[in-house]
């Protein structure tokens, strides 16, 4: 039982005047004296306590106006108490205005139905008189059978119209709704009828009957909300794996499918289709009706599916807004630290970006289809997984399934910072993917002069890795992929990018900055592409912009460092996890799990001439001759926290090995390039994978670590230390209008990847620089393990 809370005047005797007040006819109200005023339906019962509501009950029966109740009521209570009870009953939802109540004594499906809309909160007489007047016009497209659904109409008492609005040479109203029956939410047909009634103002609700799983929904509004062109370009992006054959079928739509339903469940989806129509037209609305509802008919689960309009639709929208944002310089505001999600400083706590951009998440309307723990993982990691990876270029359907990168995902030190951490490596992945919108300027790089960077100085290959090429990669995956080197005189795509080092824009190809060109790529392929090749290397999405400058940032030190040890094999100092150490609680509690499934795990300390804090962990099986080693690495210019990154990602990429068993089965991939490695390295094969045993181990007080409130003055700290280096910070500003969360990808050219890059540079460089070389490795004796990760 419930009770009656807050309170509003009662409607005024001039707005109330001819229409009657008492209870919604969904309720039936019974006094038990002394008691309560008890009002009973089929959504529970509520109990309305004192002398004064008992005597004013048996008045709210329907048959009087406002002014008459008062007056009765004046015998045993106030006229001003009586009409604020009378207003508080109203703003609860349990009285109600309306015209004389219809004689529905020889029709009780018409009284069911009066109670059903006032359960709704409509005026059940209004409500009904809408709907005797209300016509529906029932559309097809594709191969759909609307016959059910026409009947379902027809059964719920509404008038489907025969079309022209004309009947028998007489006018008749307008069909105020249509009904769109189809085969496939992206059947081809369905934008010319969006465009129809785009011309007309009619809303329209679509529908796929036949199927296992029904779709419902949504009403789409011209002129509010989403249009079909934004809902095909969710579904579009959950249905790229068809697109080879489309193309093999010469089909311009979606691949048909055998259809799979029984009578019961086709009628079933009409008639919902029927009562969602009959709710719009009685003028009842809930979020539902901008939702795509979806009913397994098999379990009867159900779910809705929230659909947004996309600000830059072309269709509905603005489409020049994301050519107008990455032309727009990057400008840095104060954004003062809030919370450490996930070994990182953010600007807002892991459970407000897990609430507002949770919506993304739905393999119908979202851009991430699901997130669900990675079932591998033991019970104490927290390690997730979230849909396709599109950050794999080129790499086909068997290489995806393979590796280790076929889906994006998360890592963290509780549940929700990985489940946060793979949501967002998702949105990222999605926000860095051509969708056709973006800026593109094609010429040369001769042409467009200082304005342009050559892809060579951030691609970073070897000439002698293009002149053997083709035989590099046929013995290596697509992630070790060399393209064909770059013709500085051919017309390309070029982005721009803002160079917040010199405050200007700088350029860059297309196709090394969004990731696209593959099989099924939707967006128009970049030109030039066969000679470039995007990563996400420095791609990064955050609670800021600041944020995901930040961390796009760290990324590429961090796998500029990765890449000067583990090209050039060099011993580097261990990173002490104990009391006097960087030990904590959880590292402790993390190395007991460890030492369970047997194994060992040590830490390096890879921080190289930038001075920012990175670090690799490492751990190795020590209970069967294959010590399937793993890593994980992290930066930060907090050590604590670089150590935490560092953990964690090595608990993330764990479960691939961890049900490994001695006879060499169990691995989570089949890729030849991490089975081979952890089939045969070893520490003894391995020796730079040790800690440098001349070298004291390194503990908080050997970084020089200053913390600064504000991300603002983080990324201002890396523009000055990078100047220093004579490094440009570069940033492309990938924010999707539609998703929201801030996307970028971080440039800077001369760091390294530690992907097989082999150009002159940093990789023989700085090693000699820092004392850990005496001569640059020779090309011939680089590691000729390329790292695969």
């Given amino acids: 039982m419930t009770a009656v809370h807050g309170e509003r005047p009662a409607r005024s005797p001039e707005s109330t005047r001819g229409r009657r007040v008492g209870f919604r006819s969904h309720l039936r109200a019974e006094v038990v004296a002394g008691d309560a005023a008890y009002l009973l339906s089929d959504r529970g019962v509520t109990a309305l306590q004192g002398g004064q509501i008992e005597a004013l009950v048996p008045l709210l029966d329907g048959t009087r106006d406002l002014p008459s109740v008062l007056r009765e009521a004046a015998r045993t209570i106030p006229a001003e108490q009586a009409g604020r009870l009378i207003g508080r009953l109203a703003q609860a939802g349990l009285v109600g205005y309306s015209g004389a109540a ?50 379902a109409c027809e059964a719920a008492g509404l008038t489907v119209a025969s079309g022209g609005g004309r009947d028998g040479g007489l006018t008749t109203p307008a069909p105020r709704l249509s009904i769109v029956v189809c085969d496939d939410y992206l059947n081809p047909e369905l934008r010319e009828i969006d465009a129809q009634h785009q011309v007309t103002g009619r809303p329209w609700l679509l529908t796929r009957p036949g199927g296992s799983t029904a ?3 949504p009403v ?168 396709r990876n599109p950050a794999t270029g080129g790499a086909d359907l068997a290489q995806l399934r393979a590796g280790l990168r076929q889906v994006s995902g998360g890592k963290g030190s509780t549940a929700q910072e990985a489940e946060v951490s793979a949501l967002c490596e998702a949105l990222e992945r999605y926000s860095g993917t051509l969708q056709g919108d973006e800026p593109r300027i094609r010429d040369s790089l001769r042409d467009l002069g200082d304005t342009a960077l050559s892809p060579d100085a951030c691609q970073l290959y070897a000439p002698r890795q293009f002149r053997e090429r083709d035989r590099w990669n046929a013995l290596h995956s697509a992630y070790q992929y060399v393209p064909e080197p770059f013709d500085d005189r051919a017309a390309v795509d070029w982005t721009p990018l803002w160079s917040l080092t010199e405050q200007r824009q700088r350029l860059l190809p297309t196709g090394m900055l969004y990731f696209g060109g593959s099989a099924d790529c939707t967006a128009p392929p970049p030109a030039g592409r066969h000679a470039l090749r995007a990563d996400s290397n420095g791609n990064a999405a955050g609670s800021s912009l600041e944020d995901a400058i930040l961390h796009g940032f760290l990324e590429l030190v961090e796998r500029d460092a990765v890449a000067l040890w583990w090209y050039n094999r060099t011993s580097q100092p261990a990173v002490r996890l104990d009391g006097g150490g960087f030990g904590d609680a959880w590292t402790e509690e993390l190395l007991g799990v460890y030492r369970e499934l047997h194994r060992e795990v040590w830490v390096l300390d890879l921080t190289a001439d930038l001075g920012v804090p990175v ?21 930060h210019f907090d050590p604590a926290l670089a150590l935490r990154r560092a953990l964690t990602e090595m608990n993330q990429l764990l479960p691939a090995v961890v049900q490994a068993r001695p006879d060499g089965t169990g691995y989570g991939v089949t890729a030849p390039e991490p089975l081979g490695w952890w089939w045969g390295a070893t520490v003894r094969n391995q020796p730079y994978l040790l800690p440098d045993p001349t070298t004291p181990a390194h503990g908080p007080s050997d970084f020089d670590h200053r ?48 992907w097989a890059r082999y150009a002159p540079g940093r990789l023989y460089d700085v090693p000699v620089r820092l004392g850990r070389l005496d001569v640059p490795t020779p090309y011939g004796d680089l590691n000729p393990v390329p790292l695969f990760v």
């Fill in 707 to 754: 913390h600064r409130s504000d991300l603002r003055d983080d990324v201002e700290a890396v523009v000055t230390l990078l100047r220093e280096h004579r490094l440009d910070l570069l940033v492309l500003d990938q924010t999707r209008p539609d998703i929201g969360i801030p996307v970028v990808k971080v440039v800077v050219p001369g760091l390294r990847h530690f």
């Fill in 615 to 635: 670090f690799a962990a490492l751990s190795r099986r020590t209970d069967k001759p294959a010590e399937d080693i793993m890593f994980g690495f992290g930066a």
């Fill in 220 to 387: 789409f509004q011209p002129g509010v909300g989403a249009c079909w062109s934004c809902l095909a370009h969710r579904l579009g992006g959950h249905r790229l794996s068809e697109a080879p054959v489309r193309r093999a079928l010469g089909l311009n739509g979606p691949v048909p499918r055998p259809a799979a339903r029984v009578t019961s469940s086709s009628a079933a989806a009409a008639q919902l289709t029927a009562l969602e129509a009959a709710k719009w037209l009685a003028g009842y609305r809930y979020f539902g009706q901008s939702s795509v509802l979806t009913l397994e008919t098999l379990s009867l689960t159900s779910r809705h599916h929230d659909l947004r309009r996309r600000p830059q639709c072309p269709d509905c929208g603005n489409p020049a807004l994301v050519a107008e944002q990455v032309g727009r310089p990057v400008t840095l505001v104060s954004r003062p630290k809030t919370a450490q999600i996930g070994g990182g400083h953010r600007a807002r706590s892991v459970g407000e970006v897990h609430d507002q951009y949770r919506h993304l998440v739905s393999p119908v309307t979202g851009v991430v289809d699901n997130i669900r723990r990675d079932p591998r993982a033991p019970a104490a990691m927290h390690c997730y997984l979230a849909g």
């Fill in 215 to 217: 779709w419902l929904g």
């Fill in 102 to 151: 219809p004689d529905v004594s020889g029709d009780p499906a018409r009284g069911h139905a009066r109670a059903y809309w006032e359960l709704a909160g409509l005026d059940g007489t209004d409500a009904l008189g809408r709907l005797a007047t209300a016509r529906v016009e029932v559309l097809i497209a594709g191969g759909a059978n609307a016959e059910t659904t026409v009947e």
